[in-house]
Structures are given as C-alpha cells and as structure tokens.
C-alpha cells in the first residue's frame, strides 16, 4: 500500500470540502485485500485521519480487522491498490468510486450506520458510492 | 383442465415432494420477511390477513415467512420478524397452517437465523469469525461459540416441532443473503480454525448438524433447504460457485427433501434481482443443481419472474418447482391468472424493489404495484361495490389515473376518462421507453391499464383537452371528477435565466415532441432528469447535467440510486452539482456554481427537467363545476409511480 503519507495527506486537503463533516477523531484504514484474507496478518494499513486542523494521513501497523483502530476499513485488491496509487496526484475519489463499482474495493464498516452518520461520514460514503441499504438487488 | 393449465402443463402438473402430493410446481417463496409484526415476533392481525391471501395464490407449496428461531433474538434479521422460540407462538402459526392446509397446499415454514444481519435488536450479531459488517445498517459481529452453535441447532430443531405442532407439513432452512448457515459455509464469514472452519467439509459441518437435528426432530417431515448457486461473494474470498455445489451435495447426502437455489448475499458487490438483470439470468445454475442431484427436488425463481419460461425450463429438466414471490406480491392472483389463461391480466413486478428498500428501512414492505399489500386487514383497502354508483370522469391517462379508473370500474362505477394524448400511459410512457434498466417492466404497467380498462369497459376519450371550455360542455354529465394529470416543470421557477425561452420541457422531450441538438445540456440530476441524459447519451448526444444540490438521483428509489450514479459514470456524462444554469443562449449554458465561478457549456439544447410542480390549475378552474372533485398522484405533489398508483387505487376504493 502507498506510504507516502505527506503526498496522501496532500491529496486529502485537496478534497477538503468532502472531509469536512466529519468529527475530529473519525478515521479510514486502507489495506491490501490479501492482507485482510490472512495472508500477512501483521501488516501495516494507511489512515486517513480527521483532525481538528484538517485531514491528516498516516501509516500504522494492522493486527487484522477484528482490532483495527478505524471506523471504516477498505480492503482492495491488486487493481486497487494499483488504482488508488495512480490516482493519488489526481482525482482519488473519483478512482475509490471506480474501484468500489468495479469490485476492487471492499469496505468494512467497524461502526455501525448511526454512529457513522453522527461522525459525519454521510456524504463522504455517499460520494465513495458505499451501499449502505443492503444489496439484495 | 383449464385453458392456462394446457398451455403450461409443466408448471400445473402434479408435484410431490417428501411423500405429499403438490397441486402443481410452484412454491410460494418465504422471500424476505414483511415487518408486519409486532416487535416481540408475535404474527400480527395484519400479518393473518396477508397469509390468508398467500394461502389462496394456487401455489402447491406455501412457505411461511422466516421465523428466528433463538430466544435471545441473535437470529432475528428484521425489526418486526415473526418468532418461533417459544410456544407462546404458535397458535397464530396454527391459523397460518389452517389457512394454507384449507386451500390444499402444503405447508412449510421457514426458520431462519439471519447470523451476520442478525441481532437487530441487540447490540451485535453472531457469525462463525469475526468479519466487520460490509453494510453498517447490520450488528457488530461476535464470534460464534461451540456451545452457542450447539443451542443454536438446538434453537432450529425446537422450532421445526413447534412449526409441525402448528399444522405445518415440513421445514426450511435457509442460507440465502448471506444468513447464519451461509456464514458458515462461506469462506468469507467462516474464518475458524476448529472443526467448524477450513475445508468445505468443516464449514459444512454446522449444515449437516442443523439438517440431522431437524430431522431427528422432525422426522416425517419435510425439510427444505435453500442454498445458494452463487454467493457473488467470490471476488471477496467467498466460496465459488464449484464449492456452492459441493456444500448442495453435502445437504442432499443429509437427507434434504428439497434444495431451493438461491443467487448472492445482500451485501454482493454485484446485482442479482433487479429490473437491470435479465429474467431467466441465473437459470443455470439450478439446471446444474439438478444435473448434479437429479434424485433431489429443485426449486428455482432467482429473478425468474415469467410463468411461461418457469414452464418450459420444468419442461426443460432445469428445476422441478418454480419458486416466487416478488412476482405474487405485485399480483396475488398471478398463478390464477396463469391457470386461467389470463396472464394478459396479470401485475407484473417491474423490479422497483420498493419491497426490500422499505424493509432495509426497517419499514413493512410494500409493492409499486400492489397498492393494497400489506393492508389486507383494512376494510378501506377493499374493492368492493360502491353503495351509490356513480358516473366519473377522469382527466389524465397515467398511472394515478388509471389506477383510480379500474378501480373504481371494478366497484360498479362507470369510468370515463379524458386523455389530451392518443394512448394510456402519461409521462410514464416517455420515460418507460428510456429506462436503462429494462424498458419492458415499466411499460408493462401501460399494458396492464391498457387491458384492464377495455376488460372493465372504462370509457377512453383520447386527444381531448381538459381546460374550463372543455368543462362546460361536459357540465351536470358527471357525479365526480378526478384530476389526475400529473406534474410539469415549473417554468416559473426558471424565469430568473436569462433566456429562459429557449429551455425545453424534458417530458416533451422523452415524448418525442420536442427536438434536442447534438449537445445537450439537461437542467436537474433527479429521476426525470437522470433517465433523459442517460437515454440522450446512449443514443450519441453529448450531455451534461446541471444540478443544484450536491448529489444526483435525491428522489430515486434508494436500491436505485447507485444504478444511476453507476450509470452516469459509466456513460461518462459529466455532472456539475451545487450548480445553477444563468443564462441560456446560443453558444449553450452559463453554469454558475455555488463559490460563483462561472462556466459555460457548449450546447445546442437545454433541457429543464427540475423543478416539478403540481399540475393543479383545473381544481380551481372545475370547482364550481361538477359535484365532487378530487385528485391523486402527481397532480398533488410530484412525486412518481408508486404514489400515483396508491393514490388511484385508494381514492378508487373510497369515492
């Protein structure tokens, strides 16, 4: 997964407005999907982190996701992460969207929807394109 | 015989599952549950009145609603879930049973454990491993303890015995959506590393020990299974389709008396019953089932909405019994109809899934199409012969109209309605023909008023124009009127563009009477405005939407708003939100957005398809004119088929 987390952080105060709802504290772990299948457990995960001054990306260890320190986890497979990290100088969202449409993009929700809804993480999962009704389609 | 029965003699012939006889070879699925219930899980009056009418739809086989099965209430997947953990319970499935064992069918009632969407009343749910929820509206998980699994089948066994003391022939499980049994059975839920997880042999093993205990406990009884061909899970470490058909043959090797094949869980990144899916898509998989176990009887109906195909794949060898719901829930009398040879009556589902967006709203389901699902126990629900027969007239040939109209034929009124186009179907008819999704769903609606109206005799006066003039020379003919002409843009509200003039009208556009340039741009990302851009691009326009608020598709049903996010991206029509059109000229549009950065897009056609408003000027221009006068659908509030179709239909069993 990309650890460059200046450039990251960079990318995500480009997007300010979209973060903007949500409470200081609220955060969203990104990893590879052959981490989260147990393929290397102890591993490491990017954090997007909202704090008081703005979003903040950071790197820290993942133990798996029974004990991830995040609300939202999103695994993505190979095309993923290649995806995610070609568009980290461009339109990211617009690529997560992609990628969450095409299947290469899974998230776990660690919180459930009310509680995501009070941190204000509506429009952003919104924007992500996460199915938050239930997909019987 | 009956007509229908010889043209569909596969689906009408006899069936036989576990030593009793079917009336024929179709089952009415369990589906999702309907949130009639009282919160405690005991069945309600509502919910009596309702299986009172699933009893009399003609299916072979009835299958009950999923009960969770657990005190603790770890298996209950919706608020208001029917409950079978204690016999507290059962005298209302007695009258259940009663009711289906009255029309000859037989009974099964479904337990289900809904595992990873369990526990909605708790604070978390169980599951084999601990995988987060992919849908945050589900519980936190708890991983499953041996002990809690053995109380878990104890929990199903106990059940099935009170389910056949209640009267029932047998018992289903199920693992459809991703519920308990399929958590086990799929690697992505089943992460264990004791007897329970690993192989597919483990993760089968919970299966195996819930069908042996029911059957210990049940004996003589049915038991049915629904198991799924396909997770869809896969991309995401789920079981493939080859180990969907290894856990079958592990369940048939149990003694199953039936599987049902079943498509997908909820939380599957792809579509597996909606109107985009094609009928007849998934057929595969239960002809597999069935080449794979042909001593098992197959019950398949995965987006298999048309009794017609459902025959020729029984003819086929595909499946032995057609199993359905959805389709019944638009139209209860579907299999009569069928029989009957009258399928040309029928409701068809249209694939809206208003059904399952209402339920994951934790809200009673409801049909588009079935105004009156769900109020079976309400008396004003009923069609039934008006007291005093009145002569109506109707202005408008859409949904809310039409709907009004056989209704209030079918109550012995006689129906006259006034159309200002030469066909039923109002704005419904331009917009039907441009759904992405499968046009022939929304226009089947145009078809069923189109025969309903000449079966009811409900007189149709077409190209006739309702205004005051119209109305005096109509004056003392009538005892009621009924408005129902539906919404227009508000022009009104687009005054403030300069250039206003030349924006054209996005229904006269979806109808054809209006021309748009090879560069379009279209005013209002909402459903209306949506399916036009879609449509316009698909047939090689350049479009662009400008829409005021932040987000596209505000008034699209909620199992529907991705599908035209998805669309738009996929179409690749650029959409300016938190926008407004200033001017209108020549050159194209002049888009302001809401920092006040302008910007203009190059376009021969602007089309307005927001705002709407209520057509509402002839309530007070035919006040004074006529008895009673009243209206429905979008000429109240603008909003679209399912209200106009609740709202015909209720003023049709009132006036």
């Known amino acids: 997964m990309p650890e460059n987390t200046q450039r990251w952080t960079d990318a995500l105060r ?124 | 015989m009956n007509a229908g029965e010889a043209k569909l003699p596969h689906l009408f012939k006899p069936g036989r599952i576990a030593g009793h006889d079917t009336a024929n070879r179709i089952k009415y699925g369990a589906c999702c549950v309907s949130n009639y219930n009282d919160r405690d899980g005991r069945i309600s009056a509502r919910e009596l009145a309702r299986t009172r009418v699933i009893a009399a739809t003609g299916c072979g086989i009835i299958t009950n609603q999923g009960a969770y099965p657990d005190p603790r209430g770890e298996g209950k997947a919706y608020f208001r879930q029917v409950a ?24 099964i009632q ?43 089948i104890r929990d199903h066994a106990e059940a099935a015995k009170r389910a ?30 004791d007897e329970y997880g690993g192989s597919l042999e483990n993760r089968g093993r919970f299966m195996r020990e819930l069908i042996d205990a029911i059957k210990q406990a049940t004996p003589d009884h049915p038991l049915v299974i629904r198991l799924n061909g396909a997770e869809l899970m896969d991309p995401w470490g789920g079981n493939t389709e080859d180990e969907c058909f290894e856990l079958m043959q592990q369940a048939a090797r149990c003694g199953v008396d039936m599987i049902s094949v079943t498509v997908g869980w909820q939380e599957a990144p792809e579509s597996s019953i909606g109107r985009d899916i094609p009928p007849g898509y998934w057929n595969r998989l239960a002809a ?67 059904c399952l967006s209402r339920v994951f709203r934790d809200l009673p389901y409801t049909c588009t199409m079935n105004p009156a699902l769900g109020h079976e126990v309400e008396p004003e629900y009923r069609v039934r012969p008006a007291a005093v027969k009145k002569k109506i007239m109707v ?15 079918k109550r012995g009124h006689a129906v006259t309605v006034f159309e200002k186009s030469d066909r039923i179907g109002g704005n419904l008819l331009g917009f039907a023909a441009r759904d992405l999704a499968r046009p022939d769903d929304l226009m089947s609606v145009v078809r069923h008023y189109e025969v309903m109206a000449k079966k009811l005799a409900v007189e149709m006066k077409f190209g006739v124009e309702a205004n005051p003039k ?21 022009r009104a509200a687009l005054r403030d563009i300069d250039g206003h003039e030349r924006l054209l009208d996005a229904f006269e556009v979806a109808q054809g ?64 939100t938190c926008a407004r059109v200033r001017k209108v000229d020549e050159q194209g549009a002049t888009v302001v957005d809401d920092k006040g950065r302008e910007t203009v897009v190059p376009a021969d056609s602007i089309v307005a398809a927001a705002p709407r408003v209520a057509d509402q000027a002839l309530f007070h221009e035919f006040e004074w004119m006529v008895d009673e006068l009243h209206g429905c659908g979008d000429a109240l509030i603008p909003r679209g088929l399912d209200s106009a179709i609740r709202e015909g239909y209720r003023l049709g069993c009132r006036l």
């Open chain 2, 110 to 152: 479904q337990i289900l454990h809904a595992g990873r969407y369990g526990g909605i009343d708790l604070g978390y749910c169980i599951q084999p491993s601990v995988v987060p929820q992919t849908l945050p509206h589900f519980r936190p998980p708890r991983e499953i303890t041996k002990e809690q699994i053995r109380e878990t």
């Open chain 2, 470 to 490: 119209f109305m005096r020379s109509q004056l003392h003919q009538y005892d009621a009127a009924v408005l129902a002409v539906g919404a227009r843009i508000n």
């Open chain 2, 513 to 576: 009477k209006a021309v748009v340039g090879r560069r379009v741009v279209v005013i209002g990302g909402g459903k209306i405005g949506l399916t036009l851009a879609e449509s316009l691009k698909k047939g090689g326009h350049e479009v662009t939407i400008v829409e005021a608020s932040k987000r596209i598709a505000g008034d699209v049903m909620p199992t529907f708003k991705w599908r035209h996010t998805t669309w738009i991206e996929e179409l690749g029509i650029p959409v300016l």
């Open chain 2, 84 to 107: 079978l953990h204690d016999d507290r319970f059962i005298p209302e499935f007695e009258t259940i049973a009663g009711f289906i064992r009255e029309r000859g069918a037989i009974g």
């Open chain 2, 395 to 409: 202005v408008g040939a859409g949904p809310a109209g039409m709907e009004f109209a056989i209704t209030a034929a």
């Open chain 2, 164 to 193: 056949i003391r209640a009267g029932f022939h047998g018992t289903e499980v199920t693992s459809f959506m991703g519920y308990l049994l399929a958590n086990f059975n799929s690697k992505f839920t089943n992460r264990r590393t």
């Open chain 2, 288 to 354: 597999r089932a069935k080449k794979l176990l042909p001593e098992v009887p197959i019950a398949f109906g995965v987006r298999l909405p048309d009794p017609v195909m459902a025959n020729e794949c029984i003819a086929k060898g595909e499946f032995d019994f057609w199993e359905l719901c959805r389709p019944l829930l638009a139209d209860p009398e579907l299999v009569i109809k069928a029989r009957e040879d009258r399928l040309h009556e029928a409701r068809r589902c249209i694939g809206s899934l208003n």
């Open chain 1, 14 to 137: 480009r997007e300010a407005a979209l973060f903007e709802p949500l409470t200081a504290g609220a955060r969203i772990g990104i990893v590879a999907e052959a981490i989260v299948a147990g393929a290397a457990r102890a591993s490491t995960m990017l954090v997007w982190q909202r704090e008081r001054e703005g979003m903040r990306a950071g790197v820290e260890r993942y133990d798996g996701f029974e004990s991830a320190p995040v609300d939202l986890l999103i695994a993505l497979d190979e095309a993923g992460v290649e995806g995610i990290e070609g568009a980290i100088d461009g339109d990211f969202v617009r690529s997560l969207r992609a990628l969450v449409r095409g299947g290469h993009a899974l998230f776990f929700a660690r919180r459930p929807r009310t509680e995501l809804e009070e941190s204000g993480y509506e429009d952003l999962l919104d924007e992500i394109g996460f199915a938050y009704l239930g997909a019987c389609r």
